[in-house]
């Protein structure tokens, strides 16, 4: 089984990419985040499309902000949209959808961005994380937490963590609440599969980054032990991050059981820009 997931940054403008990507990667189960439609403008969209090519949808949606949506083509039951007990800012937000997609709780997340530490926005990120781990911790055992989690596990998982000081995506705060889904026992797969690895998943669009590859890891797949066992191959499809009209991330792709493509690697194509001497760069809106 595929299981995918990517922030594709507005469905309606990603309708070139996403759907020759299907075609192109056959993924059996797909993770969407900001999708930016209501269900109903999303099924009016893409409803007929998905169901040629075999896709069941369970979508949570709204106008213009958030939205995240699972398509599977190995059943689709027991859905859920919101996280349980997770705070609104300050009404609840179109960002998470679960349901069980051969025999895996499957669920997808647009986790808050935090804006700037210490702000109001910062704290509902942690409150809304602390609400999605007692939603996991609840089980069920068979699950995958995937989407845009909005944070760099590590220094590692950033171009430059000199870039990213005063920064959210990277703050203590943030990385431990991350550990704490950790903890639980929802592996990051793709880190266990390229432990010293450089691998990102975000560019920013502007000032050149992706062509630069000063990017960061922040859209994971968080798999518990017996799916995790199961994961033969592990990647960022890069590919889908190039070329006209792209979203600023890439998909992340697991395999399970076989890996159709092989075990290929971490990035593909892999990037062909060294990496960027540390302290040489800045973000873009700090210049």
């Not at 369970?58 to 190995?74: C, D, F, P, Y």
């Not at 493509?261 to 873009?284: E, F, Q, W, Y």
Request: charged share 25%; net charge negative; aromatic share 6%.
């Amino acid at each position: 089984m595929r299981v995918a997931t990517w922030n594709v940054n507005s469905v309606k403008q990603r309708v070139a990419r996403l759907l020759p990507w299907l075609d192109q990667r056959q993924p059996d189960v797909v993770c969407l985040q900001e999708t930016k439609l209501t269900d109903s403008a999303f099924t009016e969209l893409l409803g007929g499309e998905l169901a040629g090519r075999g896709y069941a949808m369970a979508l949570h949606g709204e106008v213009q902000w958030n939205g995240v949506a699972i398509l599977s083509r190995v059943g689709l039951d027991d859905v859920v949209t919101g996280v349980v007990g997770a705070p609104g800012f300050p009404l609840p937000e179109a960002r998470a959808v679960a349901a069980t997609c051969g025999g895996i709780r499957v669920h997808s997340l647009y986790v808050p961005n935090g804006r700037t530490p210490g702000s109001d926005h910062y704290a509902y990120k942690l409150d809304w994380l602390a609400a999605l781990r007692d939603v996991l911790a609840a089980g069920p055992e068979v699950a995958i937490a995937c989407g845009d989690l909005n944070i760099a596990p590590t220094d590692a998982d950033v171009f430059d963590p000199d870039a990213y000081i005063g920064q959210t995506h990277v703050t203590p705060p943030e990385r431990a609440a991350l550990a704490e889904l950790t903890a639980l026992g929802m592996r990051d797969v793709v880190r266990d599969r390229w432990p010293d690895r450089r691998v990102f998943t975000y560019w920013d669009y502007r000032a050149g980054m992706f062509h630069k590859d000063l990017g960061m890891r922040i859209d994971l797949v968080l798999a518990s032990g017996p799916v995790a066992e199961r994961v033969r191959a592990a990647w960022v499809d890069r590919q889908a991050r190039k070329g006209t009209g792209p979203s600023d991330h890439a998909p992340v792709i697991v395999d399970l059981d076989e890996a159709p493509d092989g075990d290929i690697g971490p990035v593909v194509p892999p990037p062909s820009a060294p990496a960027a001497k540390r302290g040489s760069t800045k973000l873009p809106q700090s210049s």
